[in-house]
């Protein structure tokens, strides 16, 4: 399957994310996202919650981080079967 320009901006954008988690010393397949949104009951992660949900909000409205760690949950980041 042929990538769309979008898709393939959407996916290095991921990745970039997931860098910058591991290197903050987070799992390597998880995004700063959804990393906030799994621990963001604690300090600094709260913090950065809401900074990134402030981000996010003219995109997808409220809840960025939790739906985040939702999607990391259903591993809707994983590659496609075929």
């Not at 903050?24 to 998880?30: K, R, S």
């Not at 995004?31 to 992660?45: I, K, Q, V």
């Not at 997808?60 to 980041?77: D, F, T």
Request: aromatic content about 10%; overall charge positive.
């Amino acid at each position: 399957m042929k990538m769309t320009p979008i898709g393939y901006v959407r996916n290095v954008a991921i990745g970039v994310d997931q860098l910058v988690n591991a290197i903050l010393f987070g799992w390597p397949d998880e995004t700063l996202s959804a990393r906030c949104g799994r621990l963001g009951h604690r300090y600094p992660y709260k913090f950065w919650q809401v900074v990134i949900d402030a981000i996010f909000q003219p995109f997808e409205g409220p809840g960025h981080c939790v739906r985040a760690h939702m999607k990391e949950l259903q591993r809707l980041q994983s590659p496609p079967t075929s």
